[in-house]
């Protein structure tokens, strides 16, 4: 029986040392085990990681841009335009910037050694992702840290002066990688020039951002109804007048917009600011009949956004279109409409109201009687009366007013013209010092 | 690694074979051998002449030989767990003495790791419960049957919520970044989570506290080790015991809510406060038909019935010993249609193969069903949510369509969501199976020597189901809910160990010496998924039971998760004489969670106890019958706060572009140590009067360095924490344990105990050079947001926020700053502590914490004749809870005074706001004028403050955090034991009845529902001490029977 005992003695020296070798996740791979064919797939975690990106950024330049107002899920809109460097949503949204940053750099990283059409592919979206979270950085804050490759050192603040040229210079590394198709749920030179097309204009170099948008609007056709247009934002589109957007068909981790402004259950956030409901589409001076109110609001409640449809819940649809999958509705980044806005707003006055009323054309029963401004203001009035009818709901309001320094728009921002720059958030600058992160001007006495 | 076996049977074998010789010399000398009942040899037995220092102890083969000074000396003959045998020197007696085992004495043996030892020689600090000694009340779980009743060990209830496991903390806070839980031993396996058991099955619950104690498990056990031991079968008749209970239970402290008038007058007094301040003509709608329903008493049980029982049969042969039992345990839950059942089983064998060898077997299964409702979500959260509604509407009425059913949130007029409504229209509930099983052999080759391989397995399985109808108008239509959904999460654990002990005497050193190597491997799956909703029409009936009768089927928690740990260990016990008693531990864990080439850490401690009673100089015939003094020191870890993966840096498959799979990149590889803990006792054991009063005193300190935490990083790295080692905190803390058997003679028996702990927790050095860290506000705002602080020289927990000082009386006495924003008479008054004039986050102060400083409890058991009488209080002081369901940093909760509204469609009157109701506490006590309060302020509607996030009133301030200091009177029972003739004659052991009041009284300045809870079981977790507004703690009343055959 003592025999046993040694068997069992043998039993015991077995099963050491390799079993804590042996543990490894199953839902992750080592990055020591990426291999070149996974590059696909990481551009498309870089996508998905744009969608949560895109649609975090989505609703400031109308929320901050006044027109919206609470709607019944939502506390008071009170000064919307007001700030501080503690301000949560402001370092949420640096934050996102940088958490998306991680995935593109990361990709950058993993392609650089590589050439084949997947790696090319790769360097394109990189590009191309990195200068649009750059675009909504620079646009924010101006100054901001240039983050170039995967670091846990500490990186100084740029003049915003640098962070344009280093978005304009991704977009043209960009431009260099060739397209796998021409989807526009994928990046393509059309994508890269559009957005070029508005960098630029941001940097006051209207001649590329005129011969940048041109160059998309020759290669793209207008819609013209607004059944077509409102289609824009349902389940799987892209009709003609996409230029860039995410696909954005989750089967879980579902990313919506109807529910801020367009809820089934009554709570949602956002409904038109004053009496934008009734002015907004309004017949304005050789401007009648708005396709686009049709698109934007509809005349069963005023407190509603249905650009974004909501399903087909008959009990509380309120949806101009049809939607198939409210739940996976595109993502729309970049819309040809706006080449022709900022191809006009490029040219300026006497050149631009031609290319302006292409677009406008197709906007109304009748612009027949549509004269040309009489002086630079009146036309960047009519242009922002434009980029609103057309981009209401689309997070545009703040950023054109302070594109085009018209100010004077803003109802609540009065004499605090400091707060067109977003401030540094307060918990970054207390980690990195203040002489590496300097507070944008006129926060300092807020605090 | 088989070097290192070598090694240890070397040196076994080695001091095996270590002669036990006699040194007696002169005189007469006395041999013989010390055997047991059944005829085994006592090894180790003490074996001295009376009087003197002169003795031994018996070899293996319980042999002894002792020279003694002259033939009638008297040769005293004693064993741990046995009774003591005296005999004359000449006697023939003394050549096979035969010890009778000491049921009393059995009692004094505690659990160590890997082993047992007497109560009497123990040199760490151990804590010891006996069940069957503990008066249960109504409580399921034994975990909670801790508090009050052992020193150093506190225990937090979540709530009252029926199956939520209690928090339980030994010796203070020991980590910053998540686990402050003890390590479970079950039988010898360790686990993280407490395991179900029936509290009739266990036999005794050991917490280990100290280093010495605890550096046994090593990495795990830097938050103390507690050990359970299950029951098991004795030699003798074959007994069965059966245990029932029953009780009824009703909320033990309401709060009540204002009634319909009580709550008009509030409301109107918020919108006429507004109308004026803002020159406004808003008007309060009251519907003309006004009801006064109970919307807390519509969700809720009157009455919720407790049962449990249990029988169990044991018994046991030479060969054979047994203990097999079953048990019920149900408890009804004060929100109705919740509830927790747990079903439990166990068998244990032991089997005496041959002289060398014996076969353990010992197997568990529990099953439980937790029926729940949504009282922790921080949304739907019915309770909150039914308190809240207008009392003026009743749960049900006429719909928009014409059809009778449940009155909908805002288009019905409800402000918030019918919680009745809620709490039918969704099914919730949680299964969970555990499995349990070891084998394990002793093997006994030599006197002495026993080698116990063992390998054990323990299975958890959940599955979780929750249900939603179409009439459950909050979810059913809304995205990311589901009409179903089914998770079913699986984990395994083995542990296979082989430990190899061997003791022996060499004249009065009575020496044991303890090797062993143990490999664990865990692993955790997760796999659900779920339907679509009704918004999709996809699943057609709320009948139907599996996520397939809807349309599409989307993943839920598909997760996977494993470590692995492999360690050595050892322990060598001195005894001298039952005087000088050292021990010193070693054990060298390595783990998966860290790198290839970093994987072991190495956890040495040791202990000495000198037993001053059992020195001859002291005079045996002295009240002191027991003097002993502990010192004990070691290190200890913690590797709870790192990730099965830190290690790696990984790449994960999640998420899809375009209908097409993605990789994301996750976090680089982390460079991690265990957080260690040094950690140092001195201790203290009195007995007086034949141990008739026994007192214990222990002094602690530990310091834990390296702890981790998710520090916080630039942005710009793509993180916002990063977890790291970054700190080092200090606890401290005295133990105090007295107990009285005041009267032990005669028919009235009392035993009287009391035991104290104090606790002080200090956070040492944080960040580099950092002095504090603002603890993150984590989940809704409604837990009270921004609330804490980590800061040197403070305690974890440590409050941070606003310091209330009152009411403003008088629009003269508010800062201009703050009278900008709308500040007047009625409002708060914080402490302005930068004196700038206003209010901002620079004025957040310190105020106090949420772990108490002193705990403890008082048992007191009489027993007269057949009847027993046991009172049990327990006791905290020093500790605060925010009461967060009084609705700080918000827009609800009891105390909005007008702040919390909906705007909701009124049939028949359309669209208008409707305020949430308040407590009756705040409608008559609210501020009216100078003078009428200074602890509530005015009614106001939202919009008058500005310049903060939520109003101004219900900024996150000590106006919302109240003394959690308590007493409890806990349980009273009244038991009545039947006379042992009438035993006899119907061939019985024992009946007894008893009634049992559990949660009598609570003591308390907290006008919550119990002042010990918390949403949280972390301490330095920005939710711990929250009292978010949960499940009540109930009072029972029980009657209960126990009989054995």
């Known amino acids: 029986m003592k025999k046993i005992l040694y068997v069992l003695l043998g039993l015991a020296m077995v099963g050491c040392g390799k079993i804590l070798d042996d543990i490894a996740p199953k839902g992750s791979i080592t990055t020591g085990n990426l291999t070149e064919k996974d590059l696909g797939k990481l551009t498309n975690g870089v996508l998905y990681t744009m969608e949560g990106f895109v649609s975090k950024c989505w609703w400031d330049g109308d929320v901050m841009g006044e027109v919206f107002s609470e709607g019944p899920g939502q506390a008071a809109l009170v000064d919307v335009t007001l700030m501080t460097p503690s301000t949560p949503s402001v370092l949420s949204r640096w934050q996102s910037c940088f958490t998306a940053l991680l995935q593109i750099n990361g990709l950058l990283e993993s392609a650089s050694s590589s050439s084949g059409a997947a790696a090319e592919n790769a360097k394109k979206t990189a590009y191309f992702c990195r200068a649009l979270v750059y675009y909504n950085m620079a646009t924010r804050w101006g100054n901001v840290p240039i983050v170039r490759g995967i670091t846990t050192s500490k990186i100084a603040i740029s003049p915003a002066s640098d962070v344009w040229k280093f978005i304009i210079s991704d977009l043209n590394e960009a431009l260099k990688h060739p397209a796998t198709g021409a989807s526009p749920f994928y990046v393509t030179d059309n994508a890269v020039k559009a957005l070029l097309a508005k960098a630029y204009l941001w940097t006051g170099e209207t001649a590329q951002a005129a011969s940048m948008a041109g160059d998309v609007i020759s290669s793209m056709n207008l819609l013209s109804s607004a059944e077509s247009i409102a289609g824009t934002w349902c389940f799987g589109s892209t009709t003609q007048e996409t230029v860039f957007s995410l696909a954005n068909k989750r089967s879980d981790n579902a990313i919506t917009l109807y529910p801020s402004v367009n809820d089934t259950d009554g709570s949602w956030n956002y409904g038109p600011a004053g009496d934008l409901y009734r002015s907004l589409y309004a017949d304005a001076e050789g401007r009648t009949g708005d396709i686009r109110r049709a698109i934007s609001f509809t005349d069963e409640n005023e407190k509603v956004i249905v650009k974004f449809p909501n399903g087909d819940d008959p009990a509380s649809s309120y949806q101009f279109v049809k939607n198939d999958d409210r739940n996976r509705s595109p993502l729309v980044v970049l819309r040809l409409p706006e080449m022709y806005l900022v191809k006009a707003e490029a040219e300026g006055r006497t050149a631009g109201f031609g290319t302006l009323k292409k677009l406008l054309e197709t906007r109304y029963a009748d612009i027949s009687a549509l004269e040309m401004p009489a002086d630079d203001k009146a036309w960047e009035d009519l242009l922002l009366d434009e980029y609103l009818r057309e981009f209401f709901g689309e997070g545009h309001r703040w950023f054109d007013l302070k594109r085009m320094n018209r100010l004077d728009k803003f109802k609540t921002l009065g004499d605090r013209e400091y707060l067109m720059l977003w401030p540094i958030p307060q918990n970054e600058i207390d980690m990195a010092g203040s002489a590496a992160y300097p507070q944008n001007p006129g926060y300092a006495k807020t605090e | ?1045």
């Open chain 2, 1 to 1045: 690694m088989r070097k290192f076996w070598l090694f240890c049977t070397v040196a076994v074998l080695t001091v095996a074979t270590m002669p036990a010789s006699a040194f007696a010399q002169g005189g007469m000398t006395v041999k013989g051998v010390v055997v047991d009942v059944s005829g085994m040899p006592v090894v180790g037995a003490s074996v001295t002449e009376q009087g003197t220092s002169n003795g031994t102890m018996t070899s293996p083969e319980g042999a002894f030989s002792l020279a003694v000074s002259k033939a009638d000396a008297v040769v005293e003959i004693s064993f741990i767990g046995y009774r003591t045998v005296a005999k004359v020197a000449s006697s023939a007696d003394l050549q096979r003495v035969v010890l009778e085992e000491d049921a009393q004495a059995l009692d004094d043996v505690v659990v160590i790791g890997y082993g047992t030892a007497s109560k009497k020689l123990v040199s760490s600090s151990i804590s010891s419960v006996k069940m069957d000694d503990v008066d249960k009340g109504a409580d399921i779980d034994p975990m909670k049957m801790l508090q009050g009743r052992v020193t150093g060990v506190s225990v937090v209830s979540a709530s009252g919520t029926p199956g939520d496991s209690p928090s339980i903390m030994v010796r203070g806070v020991s980590s910053i970044s998540g686990n402050s839980s003890p390590l479970y031993v079950v039988d010898g396996i360790p686990a993280e989570k407490y395991p179900a058991i029936s509290s009739s099955d266990i036999e005794s619950i050991d917490i280990l506290k100290d280093a010495s104690a605890t550096a046994i498990y090593g990495s795990r056990a830097n938050a103390g080790v507690v050990i359970i031991t299950t029951k098991s079968g004795s030699k003798g008749r074959t007994s069965i015991n059966v245990d029932a209970q029953i009780g009824i239970s009703q909320v033990a402290n309401d709060i009540r809510m204002a009634n319909t008038d009580e709550y008009i007058r509030t409301m109107q007094a918020a919108v006429d406060n507004y109308n004026v301040q803002m020159r406004q003509a808003k008007k309060l709608y009251v519907p003309a038909e006004r009801a006064d329903f109970d919307w807390v008493g519509a969700i809720s049980r009157n009455i919720a019935i407790t049962s449990s029982s249990n029988v169990s049969i044991s018994g046991g042969t030479d060969k054979l010993l047994f203990y097999a039992s079953a048990g019920v345990d149900t408890q009804q839950g004060y929100i109705a249609n919740t509830s927790f059942n747990k079903y439990t089983g166990r068998t244990k064998f032991n089997y005496k193969a041959a002289k060398w060898l014996r076969v353990n077997i010992n197997t568990s299964i529990a099953y439980s069903r937790q029926n729940k409702a949504e009282e922790t979500s921080t949304s739907l959260k019915v309770i909150r949510t039914a308190r809240e509604e207008q009392p003026w509407y009743t749960a049900y009425g006429t719909r928009d369509d014409g059809s009778y059913g449940y009155l909908q949130m805002t288009q019905s007029g409800l402000c918030r969501h019918n919680p009745v409504m809620l709490i039918n229209e969704e099914k919730w509930w949680i299964d969970k199976l555990q499995l349990q099983g070891t084998l394990s052999l002793d093997i006994m080759p030599v006197k002495g020597l026993k080698w116990t391989p063992s390998i054990s397995g323990y299975g958890i399985f959940d599955f979780e189901t929750k249900k939603l109808t179409e009439k459950h108008d909050a979810r059913a239509f809304n995205t990311g809910w589901a009409a179903i959904d089914q998770q079913k999460d699986h984990s395994f654990r083995y542990v296979f160990d082989n430990v190899v002990s061997y003791e022996n005497s060499v004249s009065r050193l009575h020496y044991s010496v303890m090797v062993g190597h143990s490999i664990e491997k865990y692993t955790y799956d997760q796999f659900g998924m779920y339907s679509d909703n009704y918004a999709n029409d996809a699943y057609p009936s709320s009948s139907l039971g599996l996520v397939t009768s809807g349309a599409n089927i989307y993943p839920g928690n598909v997760n996977f998760n494993s470590y692995a740990l492999e360690s050595y260990f050892g322990r060598i016990a001195l005894n001298w004489d039952n005087r000088y008693i050292v021990n010193f531990s070693m054990r060298s864990d390595g783990s998966s969670r860290f790198p290839k080439n970093n994987r072991f850490g190495y956890f040495p401690a040791g202990s000495v106890a000198w037993i001053i009673s059992n020195e001859p100089f002291m005079p045996k015939d002295t009240a002191l019958s027991e003097l002993k003094l502990r010192l004990s020191a070691g290190q200890t870890g913690s590797m709870a706060g790192i990730g099965n993966w830190a290690a790696m840096s990984l790449i994960s498959a999640d998420g899809s572009y375009n209908e097409s799979s993605a990789y994301t990149i996750g976090t680089a590889a982390q460079n991690l140590k265990w957080e260690k803990s040094t950690k140092y006792d001195a201790g203290v054991d009195l007995g007086f009067w034949n141990d008739r009063l026994t007192a214990s005193v222990d002094y602690y300190y530990s310091r834990t360095d390296d702890m981790l935490y998710a520090k916080p990083v630039l942005a710009t790295t793509g993180y916002t924490t990063i977890t790291s080692n970054i700190g080092s905190a200090e606890n401290q803390g005295v133990e105090l344990a007295v107990n009285g058997r005041i009267f032990t003679e005669g028919a009235f028996k009392w035993n009287l105990g009391f035991n104290m702990s104090w606790v002080r927790s200090r956070l040492l050095s944080l960040l580099d050079g950092q002095e504090r860290i603002v603890v993150k506000s984590s989940g809704s705002n409604l837990l009270g947001g921004t609330q804490h602080v980590l800061q040197n020289g403070q305690p974890i927990s440590t409050w941070y926020m606003y310091r209330f000082d009152g009411i403003y009386q008088r629009d003269e006495d508010v800062p201009a700053a703050l009278y900008a924003k709308g500040v007047r008479a009625g409002d708060c008054k914080y402490y302005d502590r930068d004196g700038n004039g206003d209010i901002d986050e620079n004025d957040r102060v310190l105020c106090g914490k949420a772990t108490p400083d002193f705990f403890g409890g008082i048992t007191s058991n009489m027993r007269w004749k057949g009847l027993e009488l046991s009172i049990f209080c327990s006791f905290s002081l020093g500790n605060k809870v925010m009461a967060a369901w009084k609705g700080v940093n918000g827009g609800e909760g009891v105390e909005h005074l007008g702040i919390a509204s909906a705007e909701v469609n009124v049939p028949g009157f359309g669209p208008t706001t409707q305020y949430f109701n308040v407590s009756r506490q705040a409608a008559r006590g609210f501020w009216r004028g100078e003078g009428t309060s200074n602890t509530i302020p005015r009614p106001l509607l939202a919009g008058v403050h500005t310049g903060y996030t939520y109003d101004y009133n219900v900024l996150t301030s000590t106006r919302y955090l109240e003394d959690a200091s308590y007493f409890k009177l806990k349980t009273i029972t009244l038991a009545y034991n039947f006379p042992e003739r009438w035993m006899k004659a119907c061939r019985m052991q024992g009946i007894k009845v008893f009634f049992t009041v559990d949660n009598v009284f609570c003591a308390t300045k907290y006008d919550g529902y119990d002042p010990e809870t918390s949403y949280n079981t972390n301490p330095a977790h920005s939710n711990y001490g929250v009292d978010f507004g949960l499940s009540p703690s109930m009072r029972s009343y029980i009657f209960g029977l126990q009989v054995k055959f």
